[in-house]
């Protein structure tokens, strides 16, 4: 079990601070947001601590994955709402504060408080297709 002193969700998995527990597993748990955007807001977590997302091994992320749509579905379904967001936030700049991986899983309605979409963009020429080869070739 990898585990950083200083994590404020390493200290959540292991019980040294308090949550709000809505689902448990051997490598996740998965606690309601203290400081929620609407109500029924919730975390998923490894309990193994990693930063970001892209630095889980992959079989701990389709874990992880695993357990998304029940916790969807849970979420929505307790607070009536009419869909959900399932946001991964990936270091400062994405607006990252707790530096151990979590997905946030929001109830959406269409009175609340979050606004969408982000703006939209627009390829010219064939830039759409030399960053897709770009990440083609950092993938390999
Ligand atoms: P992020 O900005 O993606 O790193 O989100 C961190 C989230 O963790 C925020 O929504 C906080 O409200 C939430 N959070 C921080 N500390 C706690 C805690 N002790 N218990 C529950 N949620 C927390
Ligand atoms: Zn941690």
């Given at each position: 079990m990898s585990r950083d002193p200083?994590?404020?969700?390493?200290?959540?998995?292991?019980?040294?601070i308090p949550s709000t527990r809505v689902l448990?597993?051997?490598?996740?748990i998965a606690f309601m947001d203290v400081n929620p955007i609407v109500p029924g807001h919730v975390l998923l977590v490894p309990r193994d601590h990693?930063?970001?997302l892209a630095d889980l091994p992959d079989e701990l992320a389709a874990h992880l994955g695993s357990l998304?749509?029940?916790?969807?579905?849970g979420?929505?379904?307790?607070?009536?709402?009419?869909?959900?967001n399932v946001v991964?936030?990936?270091?400062?700049?994405?607006?990252?504060?707790?530096?151990?991986?979590?997905?946030?899983?929001?109830?959406?309605?269409?009175?609340d408080v979050i606004r969408w979409p982000w703006?939209?963009?627009?390829?010219?020429?064939?830039?759409?297709?030399q960053w897709a080869a770009e990440?083609?070739?950092a993938m390999a």
């Open positions: 200083d994590c404020v969700f390493c200290k959540i998995v292991a019980g040294e448990e597993t051997d490598r996740a990693h930063v970001q998304l749509p029940r916790l969807i579905r979420v929505v379904a307790a607070t009536e709402a009419l869909g959900s991964v936030n990936g270091g400062r700049v994405a607006g990252q504060v707790v530096d151990h991986c979590h997905w946030h899983v929001i109830p959406r309605r269409s009175d703006p939209q963009g627009v390829y010219s020429g064939d830039a759409m297709a990440i083609i070739a």
